[in-house]
């Protein structure tokens, strides 16, 4: 049984950071991709970021160079670092998982949190 918690989110002003946490268990960590989603309100969920089983990255043009995604494998847990945050920045902020390449397409991933609310205020 996949499980995915989502830690880490609140309200920042321009300019500011936070790191995001994504527990997971019910699967072999290191032999999956994980991945970073978001959705604002009445928009659609947009990938952030994607990680591979050898820690290849791959970011969307929005967040390259502000985000990070790191992973611990021995301690199940997804990281994203946001820094330089912008109010555009605002929204759910998911974790998700896939068997497959890494990508930043919601609909190839299989498993998902629950999420984390991001605020950005200017």
């Known amino acids: 049984h996949v499980q995915l918690v989502e830690s880490g989110g609140g309200s920042v002003q321009a300019g500011g950071s936070l790191r995001l946490s994504c527990a997971a268990s019910?699967?072999?960590?290191?032999?999956?991709?994980m991945g970073w989603f978001r959705q604002a309100p009445g928009k659609e969920r947009e990938g952030v970021a994607c990680?591979?089983?050898?820690?290849?990255?791959m970011y969307s043009d929005s967040v390259k160079g502000r985000f990070t995604i790191s992973k611990d494998d021995s301690e199940r847990i997804l990281y994203l670092q946001m820094n330089s945050l912008k109010p555009e920045d605002s929204a759910m902020y998911y974790c998700?998982?896939?068997?497959?390449?890494?990508?930043?397409?919601?609909?190839?991933?299989?498993?998902w949190g629950r999420g984390t609310q991001v605020t950005v205020s200017s």
């Open positions: 998700a998982v896939r068997y497959g390449g890494c990508t930043l397409n919601a609909t190839d991933f299989n498993y």
């Open positions: 019910g699967y072999t960590v290191s032999s999956t991709r």
């Open positions: 990680i591979g089983r050898d820690g290849i990255t």
